[in-house]
């Protein structure tokens, strides 16, 4: 799994800063209210401007046990030593050798392998390989609703609500088998040898040999290549060289059959888990902040050059989050829901200080300021459902995840930092203004606390090689440019309302972990008091 959990949030986040406002406060009981609309689209960009997220191993916890030593209790197959087994007290690579040098053999003219040839260690093997992500993209279209209210000349508050009209996310991911030292070769042997033994019982259904001997032969032939054989190595042969690309067998590994026969592939198994389309829709987190004059005054006043604020900031964790795993809910591709859901918003509580300032003056009968902005937010610490994924489990049936890693763990988002710098340069006098911005966005490391401590490891950053691949610390540069129209000069105003119109469009310059989204904005405020 990807861990994302925060990144439709800076999303948010990069649009509340990057903001050219008239004014940071209103005049005691003034009112501003904005409906503003917002569509993105972008790509994931990891390391190193890497296009998706980079390679990640796999492998198939356990699976490898059937590629060694018989003895071993917990072993599934026999495919270490295999001239070492037995038919009651006879040895089968005795008995194979004795054969070979029989009359039988040479009135057969060929000989059997004798099953000596060991391509395996006694350790077990690690069945694996790696996914690379070639496709991971995102679109979003936003509307939002803005209210504020001057509580005094000092200090204004405003509530934020936002609702997403669309989320969706498109992936694809490419599996790389690992090379299996052996394999190959077993492959090759027994491929070969099963063809071997069935030349074998066809010449010797025509013509005689000891009675017992081609008996226990025969019984060694299907033990070994029957599928049923209780020493089969066809499971393994089916596998090939990439086992989890050919054929997984087992209904352990299979959460698609209770067969043992029964196989499935890497392939099916990430379109199961990982669909390559999901989309939602629905409320996002609300915000609520408080914004105090610290020295200056404000624009609106005329009476100074400068002003400074501060504002305290409450973001509510009312979008939607990740639904809790059930083995009854599915959808109409048989898929659990969890498995193509979508969270809205940070799906945690977020507490944010910020300070904001700007200078101002008039320049050839213009209206020129610079603006700027730096803040910190701090995400509280919550219980998550777990979601259920072959990614930093290393299995592949959901009832074997949930029985090890538990239905819940904990994330303690990475706290965050957050700039600007703007400028408002009036163009055409009380009509229209130009607001170019330069925003910075970087977050710290998130935390996951887990009964698997690998599993928490991974899901903070990935190493590939030498290269962190992914991670949850994010780091992001974004220019933007708005338009603004104005309707508020009271001797030049068209028509009753005092309205403004905006039109801004943004796009980062640098992403480290995270979606490099091109926006585009609109917005429409206007401005009432109560008397």
Known sequence: MVSKLSTFAIFAALLGIINCQTYFTLPNNAWRATIAGSASSGKWVGHKDYSGIGPQFFYLKDYGRQYYDHLHPDAYYDLHHLDSLTISTTIYGDLIRDFNNSASAAVWGDTLPDLSTVFFGPDSVIIGGYFRNTKYSRVIKQQTFKLEYGVSNRV???????????????????????????????????DSARVQFADFAEFFQAFPMNPDTLSMLLTIKDRIYSDDGMNSVNQVLAGGNDPLANAIFGPRYNPFSASEDSATTIDELLEWYLPKYRSTAGLGDISFNLTYLLAGKPVWSRQSFYSVYAQFGLQLPLGKKLSQFTGSNYDSNNRPLQFSDLAIGASVTKWSLAFFGEFYRNIAGRFVSINWQTGIGIKTREFMNFP?????????????????????????????????????????????????????????????????????????????????????RILQATPSLKIIFRNLHPLKKIGPIPFEFVVGIARPIFTRHSFSDFAVTAAMTTYFQAW
């Open 156 to 190: 204004t508050f405003s509530a934020e609500i936002p609702y997403i009209k669309k989320l969706e996310e498109r992936r694809q991911w490419l599996w790389e088998g690992s090379t299996v030292p052996g394999l190959a070769e077993f492959v090759t042997y027994h």
């Open 388 to 472: 259920v994924s072959m990614f930093g489990t290393n299995l592949t049936h959901p009832d074997s995840i949930i029985a090890q890693f538990g239905t819940e763990f904990g994330y303690q988002p990475g706290w965050e930092w957050q700039g600007a710098i703007s400028g408002n340069l009036e163009i055409w006098p009380a009509r229209l203004w130009v607001c170019p911005a330069f925003a910075f966005y970087f977050k710290v490391r998130d935390k996951f606390y887990s009964v698997n401590g690998e599993w928490a490891e991974y899901m903070q950053f990935r190493r590939y090689q030498d290269d962190i691949v992914f991670d949850t």
